[in-house]
């Protein structure tokens, strides 16, 4: 059998930064465009700030912000937007409301016009409310059966305790109870543009877009409200908390673990370490649960970040039986980085892994838009990406490890498991100490602690 070598990698090359423009116009919208010569296309992002806003209100919003204003029908927003080969769509989380959209760059004016026309007179008709709340509590309903849903909801709950954050699905009841009017009031109170950025990437004139955002965004109402999330609570471990699910053919593990923000002088190494451990395909973990065992056929780690803080979460959903092996496998690969000194060729290899998709992420204008849209709402900019690239490539294998018995030991993890209490309980206890809870219900969004 012949053996074959695979060639060695090329050198990263330096990270490349587009011209960039920035203007904060007097109303608060700050714009950010960028140049991006590829296709003859413009990307637009809206972040607003929307933390603290009622996730029922908020998530309705979300789906009918395009359904009308007091000029336009929902199918004629549509239909002018069609007609620059565009489109805008809404989507909400616990810390923004974002709009996302593109057209030809030669239409890029009249999107922005139909933008603001939306957000100074969005009118929420009843008809379009209602179809809409239905059609979201119809995909809540579908949500609550699934185990990774119940699962999240259950790791939320555990790692955010009277927090904003604990909560993030509104239930059945109250996405149906929303009104037009609770819609109107909130966008009046909500949607403005004070500490909002507008993002535009495409192959443009960055200076000529910013003053086409400034001409049709300009007069956006500066009037509303505001809120500051509290910073996440310090995450405590202990003991392994069991949801049960009775009758489930799957368990799903969750490991919540302390993390850093990106600006935060251990984020470089701690994203290498994570990625050794399980946060790609050639990790340890994956190769241990998944290739090696096939107790699972997608696990994954990651760090999330969120305005009011990071955490490192760790999820798999694994075969009844098996439950209890996963768990010493994933225990094991954690102890495992957190005490011995990664390989070199292991932090080579993660390392040309997060320059080269930190390139690639970059490399189309979506991707480029919402890599700003994304820093820009932790008031970073793209120079920050130059920043990090270094970071990444000056990290050694000391900082590794410093990192990894710091933030991926065992002992500082919260683990969550949602399976059948009847027939894991036992093995799982022999493990590790172990609380059980029943399997969780939809917690209403007026309960969560703000």
Known sequence: MTTISLPELDENRPLSLPTEVEQTLPNGLTVLAIRRPSVPLAEVRLRVPFAKAALAEAAVLAQTLFSGTSKRS??????????????????????????????????????????????????????????????????????????????????????????????????????????????????????HPAGATLVIVGDLDPEQAVQTAAKRL????????????????????????????????????????????????????????????GGYFSSRWVENIREDKGYTYGPHSVIEHSVAGSTLTVSAEVATEVTAPALVETLYELGRIAALPVREDELEQARQYALGTLQLGM??????????????????????????????????????????????????????????????????????????????????????SV
Request: glycine residues 8%; hydrophobic residues 45%.
């Open 74 to 191: 929902t199918v004629q927003i549509a239909a002018e937007l069609q007609t620059v080969g565009g489109g805008l769509g809404a989507g909400i989380d616990p810390d923004r409301l974002q709009i996302s959209g593109n057209s030809l760059v030669s239409g890029l004016d009249r999107l922005l016009e139909l933008l603001a026309e939306v957000l100074d007179d969005a009118v929420y008709p009843e008809g379009e409310v209602t179809t809409e709340s239905e059609r979201l509590a119809d995909r809540i309903q579908v949500a609550q059966s699934q185990p990774a849903h119940l699962a999240r909801v259950a790791l939320l709950k555990r790692i955010y305790p009277g927090h904003p954050y604990a909560v993030q699905t509104p239930s059945v009841e109250e996405v149906r109870a929303v009104t037009p009017q609770a819609l109107r009031a909130l966008h009046a109170r909500r949607l």
């Open 218 to 277: 300009g007069g956006w109402n500066g009037s509303g409200e505001s809120a500051d999330l509290p910073p996440i609570p310090l995450l405590v471990p202990g003991p392994l908390l069991l949801v049960d699910r009775p009758g489930a053919v799957q368990s799903s593990l969750r490991f919540a673990l302390p993390a850093v923000g990106r600006t935060h002088p251990d984020h470089a190494a701690l994203q290498l370490a994570n990625m050794i451990f």
């Open 363 to 448: 490399s189309t204008q979506s991707g480029l838009a919402g890599l700003a849209s994304t820093y820009a709402g932790f008031g970073l900019r793209l120079g920050f990406l130059a920043e990090h690239s270094a970071r990444l490539a000056a990290a050694t294998l000391e900082d590794v490890h410093r990192v990894a018995a710091t933030y991926l030991a065992p002992a500082v993890a919260a683990p969550v498991i949602l399976g059948d209490a009847e027939k894991i309980q036992a093995a799982v206890s022999a493990i590790v100490p172990v609380t059980v809870a029943s399997k969780p219900e939809p917690v209403k969004a007026s309960e969560q």
